[in-house]
């Protein structure tokens, strides 16, 4: 999905790169009603895990493309139930007038707003790894794939079928860029992807 039809999806042998304009929001902010970030979805139902390696220049380039914030870029994974009610878990980079700020967040919109986050540092690749169970979210995230740190988990009420996948979302002056690769989604609701070949 391209809302605003000006976003590049590139796949390659072990990737796949989403690049967007620089100058331009796209992103989800519900209270300002942009809701044009690019994303990458496929239907789920019930309980399932979901990662991603994220890799990229997460190194926003001011001025940002929102009035009287300071710019930032974003790319991991989402789970949606409607434009309203989501939850998301992302690397994202945000300018200071000195430095850069480098964090994985997680955050769910839907009756109660939630947000929690931790540091990280200018790592090459970030693991991102999102689980349901039941109406609750729990979110994990690597630098090596291998240790894993683990993020509170959230409520959130969701219906039996959702749509997972990939998201972008940038308010940087410059192009941006990121890779997904690594991806994995499992579950007894999973179902292979329409043009997915059957393993042998």
Known sequence: MDPDGDCKFTPDKTALIIEAPGKKEHGPAVAAGVMNYPRLLRDVEGDFTMEVRV??????????????ESPGVQAGLVVSAGDHAYARLERTAQANPSTVSHQVKCEMMGER??????????????????????????????????????????DMKMPAKMKVGLWFNSTSAARFKASFDDFRLTGDGVKPAPDAQPAK
Do not use: C, H, K
């Not at 890799?55 to 009287?68: H, M």
């Not at 090459?124 to 993020?151: C, E, H, K």
């Open 55 to 68: 890799g990229g220049e997460f190194r926003p380039a001011a001025p940002g493309s929102i009035p009287g």
């Open 113 to 154: 707003n939630l947000g929690s986050g931790a540091g990280i540092g200018d790592s090459p690749t970030t693991y991102l790894r999102l689980r349901r169970g039941g109406d609750r979210i729990f979110a994990s995230f690597s630098q090596d794939g291998v240790r894993w740190a683990n993020m509170p988990g959230q």
